[in-house]
């Protein structure tokens, strides 16, 4: 952004300093100047002159031989070829030694035998425009000798801003000034709004409805009448110039003019072709036309919100303006329009349409919603003194919902303390009061509405630091700790988690956390899913609630591209909604776990092999995964239950359970998700939750010492009712058989003849040992006894003969 000196001056005093010396304050501030441009500079040599005397050059018809003042006290012989001027006009003369912008240097030399000291130039000559008809004329009340930057207000000093999209408040001439006089200790000077109203009420001209309130959040406008279209007075133009705008006739010039003061862009109506002289803020229909100043037709959408009549659109808020209603210079009746948009709206709209304008620049990182009065009467005093208006009487001002500024703390104790050195709360309330927060209370500060950026209390802090400069904060080395503090056990256990898995042969994957309805709904998991405002596409419009759809996808496209087997794992977060989240307390609106899950399909090495040809994962490939996990954690009691699960095949589904709490699930993928996905068989999933298992983790094992006593090891067959867990069996044996049963595993289930029908076989390796002694026969025989009485009379079952 361009930000011209001259035009600063006119509200903040630089007490002398030097272009340079503003350009670096103002970058060490954060508003970078990435360079300074003097457009007057090219111009150095060339000065004021009026011709004297004019006669014909005795040997060319097409010359003439000029006699010059140029403030050198001597006239100077100057030939000339040009014919637009007359003996007393004011015109540029390019002294001997003048280099001009074309590259042309002057030197005194004879044309056709006269002698020529400097040259006389056109606007093209001075690279000021195309024009090279004529002399250029200059305004007769100039003195002679002046240098012709000066006489043309080019002797500025323009400085070339990189304001970061968080700063639309620094987007204008006063927001750099309001920053220069911060840096320099003095006040910032608001231009006047010399407004002279009629007694005609601006409401009885026009009617303004806004249907869009949340897109619009306030549009005012003002009413001038009687306005003769024609040309803006050169110091606007020049200053438009100098700031990359061309000049385009006195209202136009002025909404923009007034948007690089204030940065707060503005349109101008021909009010006589407003149908119904009503203006309707909404939402486009779907199709709808609109032929924009650019000449070009655009096809909008429901996503765009237009600016209206009562028949038709005009304005593409917050772009591009419409040609149906520009102003011409048939033109009297102006409706000035300065609005606020919501940044979102605006910046979609110039992104659809591929447009890309100072307006939208500005809308698109937000404008001050209480400033729009102050420019509004701004503007309108400028067009009525330019153009030779009356303004109606008051404006015609629709806030659908006021907006508040926010507060924010600020402890002064707290800003010495971050910044590391110590700040007075005197220097610090001037240096806010200054950028134009207010002081609520010792504690309390109101952040101007412009201030988009600043959300707490180390914004403020900070504001004060660049303020007060980076270079006053001390360098200083860290202060080392004398005791490294230690690893978070959550950290600890991931890694342990990641280690687990690459060593039972998973790789980690890491997808999206968005993911299409469709694959929640496989694993009926879309029921309140959070929904993604801005999708990058409908395959990724929700927040995903379990990992599991995310896992089977890449089995879906390790099988496109012929993967013989699939064994990933990935550690990331689920999000589920937050029925007490959002609000004006900003809760967030979806809760957070951390899981670990994953999915193995197809062969069991990957590969096939002599060895196990074919051999396929199963279930107990995955609970292999999940034990992997709990061993590395040295989670202990796990049980492991059945369970019922809409995603889970019947016949292969568990839960890891401890002491009561589930530590995750696992089993085969349900046909239904399968057949929904498109999915081959034979998925096995499993998932964790990773704040349980941290909970449930002995990160630092306790050492016992080895029993010195042998153990007796003994097989027990049981007939159990079919139904019956293994699990519940097993429970069992360890519960009666303490503390002399040290483990007992099952190591064989058997159905069919000679079993009756509806039982089963169950038969277990049981270890007993004691802590103090070597077991006797007679003690082991005693507890197997009690062990099998009480599997008859709990549970149904008796030893196998």
């Keep these: 952004m361009k930000i011209s000196l001259s035009w600063l001056s006119d509200y903040v005093e630089t007490k002398g300093s030097t272009p340079d010396e503003l350009a670096r304050r103002l970058t060490m501030a954060g508003l970078e100047v990435e360079g300074l441009e003097r457009p007057g500079a090219a111009l150095n040599g060339v000065v004021v002159a009026q011709i004297v ?54 030197k005194a030399a004879p044309l056709r035998g006269i002698d020529s000291h400097g040259m006389l130039c056109s606007a093209r000559e001075l690279g000021l425009s195309d024009e090279h008809a004529g002399l250029l004329i200059l305004d007769p009340a100039l003195k002679v000798g002046t240098p012709i930057a000066q006489a043309l207000a080019m002797d500025d000093v323009l400085f070339e801003v990189n304001v970061t999209p968080n700063r639309p408040d620094a987007l204008s001439h006063l927001g750099i000034a309001r920053e220069l006089a911060t840096l320099l200790g003095t006040t910032v000077k608001l231009p006047a709004a010399k407004l002279a109203e009629s007694a005609l009420p601006a409401s009885e001209a026009v009617t303004i409805r806004i249907e869009d309130a949340t897109r619009c959040l306030r549009y005012a406008a003002r009413v001038i009448e009687g306005v003769k279209v024609g040309p803006s007075p050169a110091w606007m133009q020049q200053r438009l110039k100098a700031c990359g705008m061309r000049a385009i006739n006195n209202l136009v010039d002025v909404t923009n003019y007034v948007m690089l003061e204030w940065g707060q862009p503005l349109h101008a109506f021909d009010l006589d072709r407003i149908a119904g002289a009503q203006i309707v803020v909404r939402a486009a229909k779907a199709g709808e036309k609109l032929t924009t100043l650019d000449g070009k037709e655009r096809a909008l959408s429901p996503e765009d919100l ?112 971050v910044l590391g050195v110590a700040v007075p709360e005197a220097e610090a ?54 005791v490294l503090a230690p690893e978070p056990k959550g950290t600890l256990a991931e890694r342990r988690i990641r280690t687990a898995l690459a060593g039972a042969g998973l790789d980690e994957v890491v997808n999206y956390s968005f993911v299409a309805p469709a694959e929640l709904a496989a694993f009926v998991a879309e029921e309140g899913a959070i929904a993604v405002t801005n999708p990058l596409s409908a395959e990724q419009s929700m927040m995903r609630t379990t990992l599991l759809p995310s896992l089977v996808q890449n089995v879906l496209r ?116 399968q057949q929904r996905l498109d999915a081959p068989a034979g998925i096995f999933l499993f998932q964790l939750d990773v704040e349980e298992l941290v909970a449930a983790a002995v990160l630092v094992p306790q050492a016992s010492p080895l029993t010195r006593f042998p153990a ?60 103090d002694r070597t077991l006797t026969d007679v003690e082991v025989n005693a507890a197997h006894a009690k062990i099998v009485a009480e599997v008859n009379q709990r549970l149904g079952g008796q030893l196998r003969q």
């Design 558 to 673: 390790s099988a496109r591209h012929q993967a013989q087997g699939v064994r990933f794992y990935e550690i990331a977060r689920s999000y589920r909604p937050d029925r007490d989240g959002g609000g004006p307390n900003h809760v967030p609106v979806a809760i957070e776990r951390l899981e670990v899950a994953g999915v193995l399909w197809g062969l069991r090495d990957n590969a096939r092999t002599w060895t196990a040809k074919d051999a396929a994962v199963d279930f107990y490939d995955a609970k292999a995964a999940v034990e992997a996990v709990l061993a590395a954690l040295h989670v202990e009691n796990v049980r492991w239950e059945p369970l019922d699960s809409p995603w889970y095949h019947p016949r292969s589904a568990a839960a890891v359970m401890r002491d009561g709490k589930r530590l995750g699930t696992l089993g085969e993928l349900h046909p239904r998700a």
């Design 306 to 417: 237009l600016i209206a009549d009562r028949d038709a659109g005009l304005v593409l808020a917050g772009v591009m303006g419409g040609a149906s209603s520009e102003v011409t210079e048939k033109t009297s009746r102006v409706l000035l329009e300065c609005a606020t948009f919501q940044p979102m709206t605006v910046r979609r709209s110039a992104k659809r349409h591929g447009l890309h304008t100072e307006s939208s620049h500005r809308f698109e990182r937000g404008t001050d919603v209480s400033a729009v009065p102050a420019v509004l009467d701004r503007a309108a005093a400028l067009i009525a003194e330019l153009g030779g208006g009356t303004v109606r009487a008051g404006r015609v001002d629709v806030v659908p919902k006021p907006i508040a500024p926010r507060r924010v703390k600020l402890r002064p104790a707290r800003v010495s303390a």
């Design 712 to 771: 007796v090891l003994r097989d027990l067959a049981l007939v159990v009712p079919l139904p019956l867990e293994n699990e519940a069996i097993r429970r069992l044996i360890v519960e009666v058989g303490a503390p002399l049963v040290e483990d007992a595993r099952v190591f064989d289930v058997y159905t069919g003849k000679p079993i009756p029908e509806g039982q089963k076989n169950v038969a277990f390796a049981l270890r007993y040992r004691a802590a």
């Design 53 to 106: 005397e004019s006669n014909k050059h005795p040997d060319a018809d097409k010359l003439s031989v000029t006699k010059i003042d140029a403030g050198q006290g001597t006239l100077l012989q100057v030939v000339c070829g040009a014919k637009n001027y007359q003996v007393g006009d004011k015109v540029p003369l390019a002294t001997v030694g003048t280099k001009l912008p074309n590259g042309t240097e002057i």
């Design 429 to 482: 309330v001037k240096i806010l009061t200054c950028l134009g927060f207010q002081q609520v209370d010792a504690e309390q500060w109101e952040v101007p509405l412009a201030r988009v950026d600043v959300g707490g209390e180390e914004d403020l802090i900070e504001e004060i630091a660049r303020i007060r400069g980076y270079d006053t904060i001390p360098t200083v080395l860290p202060r080392g700790l004398g």
